[in-house]
């Protein structure tokens, strides 16, 4: 491509920000349209990226000026507004998760391959460089051979802080498909696909108590499980153990850990780019922290659609695929049925172990060493 890759987004919500900052900050994107059924709020964004427009939905899916559509519906919109995009002839960016149902998850992406566009999915944080020095690491044998791993997120539950959190406790969302996607987009990305899981929920009250904003003092009803732990089997044999949590007040558990035959790596949050990788080998005095070897630096949400124009570049696979998307729903949602049966789960889909991302440096302002 000669050209920046033109990206018209769909939902102007307050994560749409970030994603527009990072698209006005790389030469390789170029924001040219938002869409929103609150037109207020299109409005807004567009104007604060110029040359971007505010547009209808049906005007942003028919412009010629937009190759790829960036989903930041409602989850329960995403298959929609997915579809709508790939039958316009866009490519789709889309917010995690990539579908509510594994099925329909499944037929935005065949529809795609049929149509030859592309289906990215976030979260693309794995990309930074504290996710990626880590997959480095693991990669050079830093820990020796891999043997287990384990993750971790816990909070008190987003009414602490969020204005109108029922969206939090509702089917779709919850701890594991809030947070899950990011901790198990990255035990795939480093341990590679799961088979089998086992999985076990719990919450903690029938409802939240609002503690901020217009709503406060509002209780809303909880519908889902606020506690969910999993105990994962991946296809190369090695099992990790999930835990993720809106029931926890306070903990000093690690993010990610990696345990090897010869140390232990310790993985920074997948919520953010950045972030502190240490290594603790076999014989050592303690944790020594890892200068950045991989990955992105200095980057935000969206760093994925960069990955994808320079894919399309040079006609390879994008690494925030809609093929390891789909596998993190399957795995979600097979968590949850082990949970309503009581018994283990094998894991119907699979996909391939995306490639590494050397360590990206600038020149004139836009990335090199991409691929």
Same mark, same amino acid.
């Given at each position: 491509?000669?050209?920046?890759?033109?990206?018209?987004?769909?939902?102007?919500?307050?994560?749409?920000?970030?994603?527009?900052?990072?698209?006005?900050?790389?030469?390789?994107?170029?924001?040219?349209?938002?869409?929103?059924?609150?037109?207020?709020?299109?409005?807004?964004?567009?104007?604060?990226?110029?040359?971007?427009?505010?547009?209808?939905?049906?005007?942003?899916?028919?412009?010629?000026?937009?190759?790829?559509?960036?989903?930041?519906?409602?989850? &329960?919109?995403? #298959?929609?507004?997915?579809?709508?995009?790939? =039958?316009? /002839?866009?490519? !789709?960016? +889309? *917010?995690?998760?990539?579908?509510?149902?594994?099925?329909?998850?499944?037929?935005?992406?065949?529809?795609?391959?049929?149509?030859?566009?592309?289906?990215?999915?976030?979260?693309?944080?794995?990309?930074?460089?504290?996710?990626?020095?880590?997959?480095?690491?693991?990669?050079?044998?830093?820990?020796?051979?891999?043997?287990?791993?384990?993750?971790?997120?816990?909070?008190?539950?987003?009414?602490?802080?969020?204005?109108?959190?029922?969206?939090?406790?509702?089917?779709?969302?919850?701890?594991?498909?809030?947070?899950?996607?990011?901790?198990?987009?990255?035990?795939?990305?480093?341990?590679?696909?799961?088979?089998?899981?086992?999985?076990?929920?719990?919450? &903690?009250?029938? #409802?939240?108590?609002?503690?901020?904003?217009? =709503?406060? /003092?509002?209780? !809303?009803? +909880? *519908?889902?499980?606020?506690?969910?732990?999993?105990?994962?089997?991946?296809?190369?044999?090695?099992?990790?153990?999930?835990?993720?949590?809106?029931?926890?007040?306070?903990?000093?558990?690690?993010?990610?850990?990696?345990?090897?035959?010869?140390?232990?790596?310790?993985?920074?949050?997948?919520?953010?780019?950045?972030?502190?990788?240490?290594?603790?080998?076999?014989?050592?005095?303690?944790?020594?922290?890892?200068?950045?070897?991989?990955?992105?630096?200095?980057?935000?949400?969206?760093?994925?659609?960069?990955?994808?124009?320079?894919?399309?570049?040079?006609?390879?696979?994008?690494?925030?695929?809609?093929?390891?998307?789909?596998?993190?729903?399957?795995?979600?949602?097979?968590?949850?049925?082990?949970?309503?049966?009581?018994?283990?789960?094998?894991?119907?889909?699979?996909?391939?172990?995306?490639?590494?991302?050397?360590?990206?440096?600038?020149?004139?302002?836009?990335?090199?060493?991409?691929?």
């Amino acid at each position: 491509m000669g050209r920046p890759l033109n990206i018209g987004i769909i939902g102007a919500g307050t994560i749409s920000r970030r994603y527009a900052r990072t698209i006005a900050d790389r030469p390789e994107l170029n924001l040219t349209a938002v869409a929103d059924l609150v037109e207020d709020r299109a409005t807004e964004l567009a104007a604060a990226y110029p040359p971007a427009t505010a547009r209808s939905v049906g005007e942003l899916l028919s412009s010629e000026d937009v190759d790829v559509v960036v989903n930041l519906t409602i989850p &329960a919109a995403h #298959t929609g507004v997915s579809m709508a995009a790939l =039958r316009a /002839g866009k490519h !789709v960016y +889309v *917010e995690k998760p990539l579908a509510l149902d594994v099925a329909e998850a499944g037929a935005v992406l065949d529809f795609a391959e049929g149509r030859g566009l592309r289906v990215a999915c976030a979260p693309d944080t794995v990309l930074g460089t504290g996710f990626q020095t880590a997959r480095h690491l693991l990669d050079a044998g830093a820990v020796g051979d891999a043997v287990a791993a384990t993750a971790f997120w816990t909070s008190p539950g987003h009414e602490t802080w969020h204005p109108d959190p029922a969206f939090y406790y509702q089917p779709g969302a919850g701890p594991l498909f809030d947070m899950g996607p990011y901790y198990l987009t990255a035990l795939i990305s480093l341990l590679g696909p799961v088979e089998q899981v086992f999985g076990a929920g719990s919450r &903690a009250t029938d #409802t939240r108590t609002v503690g901020s904003g217009p =709503r406060q /003092g509002d209780r !809303v009803p +909880v *519908e889902v499980d606020t506690h969910v732990s999993a105990l994962l089997r991946h296809e190369s044999g090695l099992v990790s153990t999930l835990m993720v949590s809106f029931d926890v007040a306070a903990s000093r558990l690690p993010r990610i850990e990696v345990y090897g035959t010869a140390g232990t790596l310790s993985v920074p949050d997948p919520n953010a780019f950045d972030g502190s990788c240490e290594l603790w080998r076999s014989g050592s005095d303690g944790w020594v922290e890892q200068h950045p070897q991989a990955g992105a630096p200095d980057t935000e949400r969206g760093y994925g659609l960069v990955d994808l124009a320079d894919a399309l570049a040079h006609d390879r696979e994008h690494r925030a695929s809609g093929r390891l998307a789909l596998h993190v729903l399957d795995v979600m949602r097979s968590v949850l049925t082990s949970n309503e049966t009581g018994s283990g789960v094998r894991v119907a889909s699979t996909c391939a172990r995306p490639p590494a991302l050397p360590l990206q440096t600038t020149t004139d302002g836009g990335l090199v060493g991409t691929t």
